[in-house]
Every structure is written in C-alpha cells, then in structure tokens.
C-alpha cells in the first residue's frame, strides 16, 4: 500500500513539473537567420518550426523571405506576446504563428524544417526526441551547438555585422 502511494505521488509530481528553460533568451542575428534558412534548403510551401522561438524573428523570415508556413515553440509569455504582435503588425498570420509551450512537448511530424539555438546541454535532451518526431527526409539547421549524436551534412561559419563567427551544422535525417 505504502509503494503504491509512493508510486502514485511521484507520477503526480512528475506531471505538475513546469516546463523547464531549456536556454536563456539570446537573439540569433539577422544575418544569420537569413543563413540558417537558406541554408537548411527552406522552400515556399514547406514547414518550418523554431524551437525556442524567441521574438519570433526565424518564424516572421520563414514566412515572409521563403513563403513557408512557420511555427515556433516558445515558453517565455512575453516573448510569446511579442512575437505574435509583431505577425500581425506584419500582416503574416496565414504563415506564421507561435504555439505557447515547451519544445519537449510539441508534434513535428509535420516539420520539413527544424531551427535550433539552445545550449549544448539541452541539445543532448533533444536530438532522440526530435529522431522520434520527425518524418525521414527533414532537416535540421542548428546555430552555434551541434547534435553530437548526428553527423553534420554541412558546417558553415558565417560573420555578423560585428564581425562575430556562427557556426551551422545543417543534419538530414
Ligand atoms: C537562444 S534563444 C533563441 C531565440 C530564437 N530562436 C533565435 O534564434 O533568435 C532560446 C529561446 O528558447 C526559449 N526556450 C527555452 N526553453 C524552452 C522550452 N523548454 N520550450 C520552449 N521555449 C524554450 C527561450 O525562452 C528563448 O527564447
């Protein structure tokens, strides 16, 4: 009886666990967002999601350069607020939209294209899960952290306008 309570305490907790902050709010710049996109071979019609989707910037240039439908994941409210003013300020809402939650949780079978700036230690976390999610054939562009487990098709390093390097690691699954 008392294993039983046990058990049935640590599924409850399990399951009031707030989503976790897989990475901290760092914008990827412009220059490199346009990069990340052309190079992970983004298409008109195809769809794009941006874990973490920050103030939405991947999703408005997914939607607005490439005419994909893009979706992103983000778990800050704020950025979830902005990010959704600024699509419509934009007028882009047939394409792009942003799903308030945790990137762990979301369904991706529908992804031609995944965009992932998160920290290393999350990215060990994601690579199995999005293996599970994703059809054969999608492809994933990651800014500056690699999946380790995967082998890279293609890496590129690309300057900011400060002269930073970014590192893509473009993976096909
Ligand atoms: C480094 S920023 C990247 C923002 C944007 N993708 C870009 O490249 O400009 C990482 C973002 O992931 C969000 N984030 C962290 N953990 C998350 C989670 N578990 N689910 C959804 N978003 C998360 C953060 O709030 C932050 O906005």
Redesign the pocket.
């Known amino acids: 009886m008392h294993l039983i309570f046990l058990l049935l305490a640590a599924f409850f907790q399990d399951q009031d666990k707030p989503?976790?902050?897989?990475?901290?709010?760092?914008?990827?710049p412009q220059v490199v967002?346009d990069r990340m996109l052309k190079l992970g071979e983004l298409k008109k019609g195809e769809t794009l999601y941006?874990?973490?989707?920050?103030?939405g910037?991947?999703v408005v240039t997914g939607a607005q350069k490439f005419g994909a439908k893009s979706i992103?994941?983000?778990?800050?409210k704020g950025?979830v607020i902005q990010s959704r003013q600024r699509i419509g300020k934009l007028e882009l809402g047939n394409l792009a939209s942003i799903i308030e939650?945790?990137?762990?949780e979301q369904n991706y079978a529908d992804a031609d294209l995944i965009?992932v700036?998160?920290l290393p230690v999350?990215n060990i976390r994601l690579s199995p899960v999005l293996e599970k999610k994703m059809k054969r054939g999608a492809r994933v562009v990651c800014?500056d952290f690699e999946f380790t487990e995967w082998n890279p098709e293609k890496t590129e390093v690309i300057e900011d306008s400060e002269g930073r390097g970014h590192t893509l690691f473009f993976y096909r699954r």
């Open positions: 989503p976790e902050r897989a990475a901290p709010y760092y914008p990827t967002v941006d874990l973490g989707s920050g103030d910037r991947i992103g994941v983000e778990l800050d950025l939650g945790d990137i762990f965009t700036y998160l999350t800014h």
